[in-house]
């Protein structure tokens, strides 16, 4: 089983900072797009950050402007920078990495999720 690894959660302060970092098996890296997700209790896991092979960004409309993500291909690891942090912002925060080997075909890979709380 192929198995992402998430570091970099804590708690923090609101306003703070924390950046979360992702590493993954460089065959799958190279040719995944990769993507943070949340989920916090009682509610749905949701998309928070996507980045291309080619570095293409994408962000959930709540994070937009805080939070950066970033892929270092020479490392194999994928960063979520996350400034300005707020209480709504604690969750558990999954890498999540799509190899799509052909068009139609795709294969997705999970961290076990590091946990983010953010106090007031």
Request: hydrophobic fraction near 35%; aromatic fraction near 10%; glycine fraction near 10%.
């Amino acid at each position: 089983q192929v198995q992402l690894e998430e570091s970099g959660g804590g708690l923090v302060q609101a306003g703070g900072s924390l950046r979360l970092s992702c590493a993954a098996p460089g065959s799958i890296f190279s040719i995944s797009a990769m993507a943070w997700y949340r989920q916090a209790p009682g509610k749905q896991r949701e998309l928070v950050a996507r980045i291309s092979i080619g570095g293409t960004t994408n962000y959930a409309d709540s994070v937009k402007g805080r939070f950066t993500i970033s892929r270092d291909n020479a490392k194999n690891t994928v960063y979520l920078q996350m400034n300005s942090l707020k209480p709504e912002d604690t969750a558990v925060y999954y890498c999540n990495a799509v190899w799509m080997p052909a068009i139609g075909s795709r294969t997705d890979y999970w961290g076990q999720g590091t946990q983010v709380t953010v106090s007031s």
